[in-house]
């Protein structure tokens, strides 16, 4: 397979395989703290605001909606 990708200064890229990972930032609830006593803090924090909501509402079907 001839497959490639144009940079943008022009220069081509061959390649056998393709991953395209762009990363994400989680924000609100699964944005999780690295250190592991904060991230713990974290989750405490996030449960009390659950437990104390009156409506929860979930929208789109991306790992986080879906596995929820």
Known sequence: MN???ILEDGRTLHY???IVASGTKW???LAFPDDLED???WIQK???KIAS????ILI???????GT
Do not use: H, Q
């Open 27 to 29: 924000e609100g609830p």
């Open 46 to 48: 996030w449960r009390m």
């Open 60 to 66: 789109g079907g991306g790992a986080v909606g879906v």
């Open 53 to 56: 909501s009156r409506d929860i």
């Open 3 to 5: 497959s490639l990708v």
């Open 16 to 18: 056998d395989w393709l």
């Open 39 to 41: 991230a713990a803090l």
